[in-house]
């Protein structure tokens, strides 16, 4: 059983380029999370899918920033325009269902982003 | 506002001791908390997750405990190993779905 895949593992951009980052959940899992970790900061929550749905976006930045779980294919998460202050590692992670949050979350091991 | 501390931000200790990490959280409706290891570079290896319903769990030389009376978790390590160096964090599950994180304990023990 493969656990969640997130490509590419580092990833480097110049200041006003497209950053595309991939996510494979756990198969089976329809629930797909991405988090942030700038770096010296903890991990902040990004936003929450469902199989063609974006039911939380709270912690998403309100512009540049977009995510999609299509109904095939992995999740993405997208960053237009990117500037120095999106260099960060970018962790996608899956459960099962999501009900009454009592699902734990498996973790991918990250996309480093580097903007230069 | 909902919020997942951990105290202290970094901790050294000997081989061989058994020791604490604490994790506190400010909303006792809480449904789940986890505990993550992080080494450098790295991604998050879940070590233990406690469901409200639980007191406590174990894993190996690993037990977490949960009081959400206290809002507080612990995970305690016994006989540690130089192997066992890295930043740990917990994540607290509110019911809304999304895990917040505490800013970790980043963990060295002393050969």
């Known amino acids: 059983n493969a656990g969640v895949m997130q490509n590419p593992r580092h990833l480097v951009r110049r200041r006003g380029q497209e950053a595309r980052l991939r996510c494979s959940p756990v198969?089976?899992?329809?629930?797909v999370y991405w988090y942030r970790q700038l770096p010296e900061e903890g991990l902040k929550f990004m936003v929450y899918?469902?199989?063609?749905?974006?039911?939380?976006e709270s912690g998403m930045p309100k512009e540049r920033f977009s995510a999609e779980f299509p109904k095939e294919g992995p999740s993405i998460l997208r960053i237009q325009q990117v500037v120095r202050g999106d260099s960060a590692a970018y962790f996608c992670?899956?459960?099962?269902?999501?009900?009454?949050?009592?699902?734990?979350?498996?973790f991918g091991p990250g996309t480093r982003l580097t903007v230069l | 506002k909902q919020e997942v501390t951990q105290i202290p931000a970094a901790l050294s200790v000997p081989e061989g001791e058994n020791l604490v990490l604490n994790c506190s959280f400010t909303?006792?409706?809480?449904?789940?908390l986890q505990w993550f290891r992080q080494d450098p570079g790295k991604g998050l290896t879940s070590l233990l997750l406690i469901q409200s319903s639980q007191r406590e769990q174990t894993s190996g030389r690993l037990n977490a405990s949960l009081d959400k009376s206290s809002g507080r978790s612990t995970l305690y390590i016994a006989a540690s190993q130089p192997g066992d160096s890295a930043t740990y964090l917990c994540a607290a599950n509110f019911g809304n779905e999304k895990l917040t994180f505490g800013t970790g304990t980043r963990l060295t023990i002393i050969p």
């Open positions: 992670a899956s459960s099962s269902s999501g009900t009454g949050g009592w699902n734990e979350q498996f």
């Open positions: 899918l469902q199989k063609e749905n974006i039911i939380d």
């Open positions: 198969k089976g899992h329809s629930h």
């Open positions: 909303d006792s409706a809480i449904y789940n």
